[in-house]
Every structure is written in C-alpha cells, then in structure tokens.
C-alpha cells in the first residue's frame, strides 16, 4: 500500500462547529504532516508528528488541533474556525529523516 | 530563512514545444530537492527527488537536473496531459524533524 488516505474528501462547516479530518497510511512511514493550501497557493506546513509525537508547530492557531492515536493515523480537529480558514488541508507521510512525501487527495474544507 | 523560487509563474507551450522551468533555492542544511506535480483539487504527485548537485533523473518526458542553487525541470514534446501546477521544494533538517517548504509553482498549459 503506497497511498495516504484522506477523509472525508468534501467537509462544509459553520462557525461553530466541530469537526476532525482524518489521515491514514500503512507505508511505515513514521513522520507524518498537515499542510494548508489556499486556491492558487503553495502547501503550507502546519504540523510535524516524529513518532507519534508533535515535533513542530508552525505558530498555527489553537482552533486547530493535531493528534496522533498511532503510527498510522493522524487526525487534525477543528474548532470554531474561521471563514478564511477554508482551505484544501493536505496530509502526507514520510520515512524519518530522508526520502520524498506521499501527499493524500486532501480535504476540501470550507466554512460558512 | 529556507527559501524556493520558481520562475516563470505561467508557461503556455504547444504541443511538442520543449521548455524548462525554473528553482532556485537557498537553503541551510538542504536534505533534498523535490519537484511535484498538482492537478487541480488534488494532493501533489511526486516527480522526482534529488540529493546533490550534477543530479538528474529521468522520468518519461520529464528531466530534472540539480546545481548548488537551482534546480531545472526540462520538459520534451509536452503533450496537453502534462497540463498542471509543478512545485518545487527544499527539505531541510530541523532539531526535531524534517521541514518541506515549497515554491508558488509554475503552471504549465500545454495546447494541442
């Protein structure tokens, strides 16, 4: 299996509402990340697990919350966000230390 | 600061009309150069990864080489399929994990 998997692919949320989004890969890679990407933007680093645990957070705001139950899973939850955080949040995984990332499909998130 | 250009922001060639695009990087510690592809509302496709200069890999129509401070992707005979966004990228190595901070890209329109 060399995929990451995103779910769910679509997600429309009001302000104050909560809801996660869902990373999976069985690559045993063991760094695994959340980007942001605006329309016509580059990716933009949001979080870094190593081992299951938060190694870099890049100053995101605190409605955001990254979580990593297993080497496998990574799960980003979302709370009272903000209409200008709608985004397509990209997850990707990497071998420690070296190597490319495999990028998921993303999630299309948009707040209303 | 780790930072990537990419030149030009738009390329429009026609059928079988070779070309290349542009990174120049400036990076402390660079672990790796990567070039992507991204379709629209997808997650980007890895190309091609390259670790030192004089590099260059090959895949199909695609030739990336890589120099102290820039990196090319060369594009022969594009065909309309090889319409997209190509990122570039730098990983750099952090104290606590690795980093992928990307350029805005080039989007490549290819008529037939």
């Known amino acids: 299996d060399t995929e990451v998997t995103q779910t769910p692919k679509h997600l429309v949320m009001g302000m104050t509402n909560k809801k996660s989004l869902k990373c999976e890969q069985h690559m045993g890679h063991r760094a695994m990340y959340w980007y942001k990407q605006k329309a016509k933007k580059p990716p933009e680093l949001m979080f870094v697990y190593s081992y299951e645990k938060l190694s870099i957070n890049e100053s995101v705001p605190s409605r955001f919350s990254p979580e990593c139950p297993n080497s496998s899973l990574l799960n980003l939850h979302l709370h009272a966000l903000q209409p200008e955080d709608s985004a397509l949040y990209l997850c990707a995984s990497s071998q420690q230390g070296a190597g490319g990332y495999t990028f998921g499909s993303g999630t299309r998130l948009t707040v209303v | 600061e780790d930072q990537v250009t990419q030149s030009p922001e738009a390329l429009r060639l026609q059928e079988g009309e070779s070309s290349s695009l542009n990174c120049s990087y400036t990076v402390s510690g660079l672990r790796g150069l990567f070039w992507y592809r991204q379709d629209p509302g997808k997650g980007p496709e890895f190309l091609f990864t390259l670790y030192s200069a004089g590099e260059e890999k090959e895949k199909e129509r695609l030739k990336a080489t890589l120099t102290k401070k820039e990196s090319f992707l060369h594009i022969t005979a594009p065909k309309p399929e090889d319409s997209a966004t190509y990122l570039c990228?730098?990983?750099?190595?952090?104290?606590?994990?690795?980093?992928?901070?990307f350029g805005a890209g080039t989007i490549l329109r290819v008529k037939s």
């Open positions: 990228a730098v990983q750099s190595l952090l104290e606590y994990g690795n980093k992928l901070v």
